[in-house]
């Protein structure tokens, strides 16, 4: 444990942390099944309802639609129907993204008071806890943090920013481009109030109804702000008392089996977005070549700087197969 007050001691340690875990860093803030979500809530791990692909730079999200094919036989001839196969193609793109942490010498100094203080009274084990495990970790969670509820949602692509909203498009922006350039169907778009706890019932139930049922009996998922959800259900209760059916973990639109994931980058968002379980698409840069995390002794300014470097990005697989709703 280095001295409290020796601060190119604690720099070099968090250095030869970072280095030695480098692969471990990238795999906590990157991988998405690291964001387990909340026990017993509907804020569910990325990987359980996103699909996640590795990739370095643009990755092209194929879909191979085949149109009505089945027509009368007998006829001695080979005679396919125009415009049976169609590729559906959209593109996601994997950002550059960073973090850039600065301690002042106040600061650290505070910081590693703080961590003696919770060894010192047993909340914390240095030997399976060492103070620049701590730091780390604490950096890596706000990214996290950053990473899911503001860019991978609420991103809006701006190379020359500085916020987490400017890393990418995130998802929230997509889906409204999407709407707007007609790759959702007008009619999986319902005109509908926004939906409250006076209305919520009958606002989904309507939109239930737009799915085809092919779909409908699949494996969808309603993605939500809480508000929402929250809106649903207390309609459902006022009206209707108890929901037929009751799990701790899950919760579902009523009669169906379409499961409501809530996501808190959604929250003000006022569009419940029905989709398949794994259409949309978590982008992240597995290959370690622009993943880099560095940590830097500033002798004269007496301050640590720690530096990370990463690729991550958002995308929707088949504009087609979601269900929204226009506010009104």
């Not at 003000?268 to 622009?290: C, Q």
Request: net charge negative; proline share 5%.
């Amino acid at each position: 444990m280095p001295d409290s007050f020796n601060l190119a001691g604690i720099a070099a340690d968090l250095a030869a942390h970072a280095l030695d875990n480098r692969e471990h860093v990238f795999t906590k803030l990157l991988v998405p099944g690291v964001h387990e979500g909340i026990a017993n809530s509907a804020i569910k791990a990325i990987d359980s309802y996103m699909t996640s692909i590795p990739g370095t730079d643009e990755v092209v999200l194929s879909e191979i639609a085949i149109e009505s094919v089945l027509q009368p036989g007998g006829k001695d001839t080979f005679n396919p129907k125009a415009g049976a196969v169609k590729f559906k193609t959209r593109k996601g793109k994997v950002r550059q993204a960073k973090v850039d942490v600065q301690f002042s010498h106040t600061k650290i100094v505070q910081l590693y008071k703080s961590y003696l203080g919770q060894v010192k009274g047993g909340s914390l084990d240095p030997e399976t806890f060492p103070f620049e495990e701590v730091v780390m970790n604490q950096i890596i969670a706000r990214a996290q943090s950053d990473l899911r509820v503001k860019a991978l949602f609420n991103g809006i692509y701006n190379a020359a920013g500085t916020n987490p909203e400017d890393v990418m498009d995130g998802l929230r922006s997509q889906v409204l481009a999407a709407i707007v350039a007609s790759e959702v169907p007008a009619g999986n778009i319902i005109d509908a109030p926004a939906i409250t706890s006076a209305n919520g019932v009958e606002v989904f139930e309507t939109l239930v109804d737009t799915i085809p049922s092919e779909y409908l009996y699949s494996d969808l998922i309603c993605l939500v702000p809480r508000a929402i959800k929250t809106a649903y259900e207390r309609n459902f209760r006022n009206e209707y008392g108890k929901f037929t059916r009751s799990e701790s973990e899950k919760s579902f639109i009523e009669d169906t089996q379409i499961e409501f994931v809530v996501e808190p980058g959604l929250d003000g968002f006022t569009r419940p977005i029905i989709t398949p379980r794994k259409n949309l698409v978590y982008l992240y840069d597995d290959e370690g070549a622009m993943n880099n995390v560095d940590v830097d002794y500033g002798k004269r300014t007496r301050d640590i700087a720690v530096m990370m470097d990463f690729q991550a990005g958002a995308g929707i697989g088949i504009a087609e197969l979601i269900w929204t709703l226009d506010p009104q």
